[in-house]
């Protein structure tokens, strides 16, 4: 196809259409002219004239957000970061929405990766320490990967021992969720918008009608960029009444949030019917967890979790590296810190773990088995025995013994019949019963001592209070 020649047709019916197209990449336009052709059912030796008059029939058809984008999609990186207002991250969308329009995969948009080699070169360019800063890139996607899959393995681990999977040796349930097919042509923020939209709706209305579950999730693209949903949930799946007869119908929180999935994702319900794979029970969970994982760090693929704290991320990281300052572990007493940290570096503890850090959203879970005592447990019926988990009660108590501390007193005996001296009061600390007269603090969480003011003057004569 001579393109000179019918960019010259379009020049001569419509000059606006023109100076649009001109704006374009000459590798998303001579792809716009091929769509136009397929659209129309043209041939190859058709009329140039009849070629660029359906080719600006066809401009009309196109979203005005679109065609606005045309000037930023075609700039170069070098471009982009020369000029003002316009960011890379705002780029690539603007190139989604032009491949979905051009049905491009991303693998064959040569402006793309023309742009993303630009952009990595310069990075390895850049160095500091010895290191570039594309290698610093890569290290910290590496990082924040492995943190993520302990922290997945972890909750896998955890809900095993909560009751929330198939069984006490089996992971949960995975099921993937799609947009309907009319979300295909629209643009890529609206599909975001949509997907995180009723992903956020699940999360309210479970919360609101009081099911416990938990989750780790991964929001990808399709080969034709619309994004979709991999899911790993956790809930309880087991009915006492229905099981013990006294129900007709079983119904169990995996039941109620599977309606709730299903009333958000009105296709999947009856995708999942002929296609089991789309919900079904996990038996190789490092296997799921490796498919889920497998873009990690890919642009627009995010990666998270669902009943655990917001900033469980920044929590598990800073435990993990020891920086125990970090606002994020405030909230931790100082042997629930160090308990933490010893439980997450144990293979055999694992599941301790995130009970430790009481990282979920759910105080039943933060506080799984302080219900119930061990002494009151012996003394229960066979038959609330057979209904609680003697070992949830175990790993609460282990999890939240208070460490006994050895106090060395010692008698400083003294020919006197009173002694006077100064007393610097810490907050915080006990007035106690004294029979010596030199002593020293050894450890004190209240403030230091007041410099010059705030000193008490005590007459210590015998044994005094």
């Known amino acids: 196809m001579d393109y000179g020649n019918l960019e010259q047709n379009i020049y ?21 002219y091929q769509k136009v052709a397929d659209i129309c059912g043209l041939s190859d030796d058709v009329d140039h004239q009849e070629y660029a008059l359906n080719i600006i029939k066809m401009m009309g058809k196109i979203k005005r957000d679109i065609i606005d984008s045309f000037p930023i999609v075609s700039l170069s990186y070098d471009e982009i970061r020369t000029s003002d207002g316009i960011t890379t991250r705002q780029a690539d969308k603007c190139r989604i929405n032009i491949r979905r329009l051009l049905a491009i995969k991303r693998d064959d948009d040569i402006v793309q990766y023309s742009f993303d080699e630009d952009k990595k070169n310069r990075y390895k360019k850049l160095r500091f320490n010895n290191k570039s800063v594309q290698d610093s890139i890569d290290k910290k996607i590496s990082n924040n990967r492995a943190r993520d899959w302990h922290i997945a393995n972890s909750l896998d681990a955890s809900m095993q021992f909560a009751g929330l999977t198939q069984s006490p040796i089996e992971s949960g349930w995975i099921i993937t969720l799609t947009l309907p097919s009319k979300y295909r042509s629209l643009s890529y923020e609206r599909c975001i918008d949509e997907i ?18 938990t989750g780790t999730y991964a929001i990808e693209l399709h080969k034709d960029e619309t994004p979709h949903i991999h899911l790993i949930y956790y809930v309880n799946h087991i009915d006492k009444l229905f099981s013990n007869g006294l ?3 079983k119904i169990t929180d995996k039941t109620k949030l599977e309606g709730l999935i299903f009333k958000f994702f009105k296709e999947e319900k009856t995708r999942s019917e002929l296609n089991c794979s789309i919900n079904r029970e996990i038996y190789d969970f490092n296997g799921i967890l490796g498919y889920i994982f497998k873009d990690y760090g890919k642009p627009n ?8 704290k917001r900033d469980i991320k920044s929590i598990w990281n800073n435990l993990y590296i020891g920086n125990l300052g970090h606002k994020s572990l405030s909230y931790l007493s100082d042997n629930k810190l160090f308990l933490s940290r010893r439980l997450m570096k144990s293979k055999d503890f694992q599941h301790y773990t995130m009970f430790s850090l009481r990282c979920f959203r759910d105080d039943k879970l933060n506080y799984l088995g302080s219900d119930v005592s061990l002494c009151e447990y012996d003394d229960m019926s066979m038959f609330d025995k057979m209904n609680y988990n003697k070992s949830h009660i ?7 013994r208070k460490k006994t501390t050895k106090t060395r007193k010692t008698l400083g005996l003294l020919n006197a019949n009173s002694v006077f001296v100064y007393v ?34 005590f007459l210590i004569t015998g044994l005094t209070c």
């Open 301 to 308: 693929t995010r990666h998270g979790f669902i009943g655990l």
């Open 424 to 457: 610097y009061l810490y907050i915080n600390t006990k007035n106690v019963y004294i029979l010596f007269f030199d002593f020293n603090i050894e450890k004190s969480r209240g403030q230091p001592p007041p410099l010059g003011r705030g000193k008490d003057y």
């Open 394 to 400: 175990i790993m609460f108590e282990d999890l939240n």
């Open 247 to 249: 129900r007709r119908e």
């Open 12 to 32: 001569d019916n419509d000059i606006a259409t023109y100076d649009i197209l001109n704006a374009l990449h000459p590798f998303y336009r001579h792809k716009l």
């Open 196 to 213: 995180n939209h009723r992903l956020n709706m699940i999360k309210k209305y479970s919360e609101r009608y009081g099911i416990i579950w």
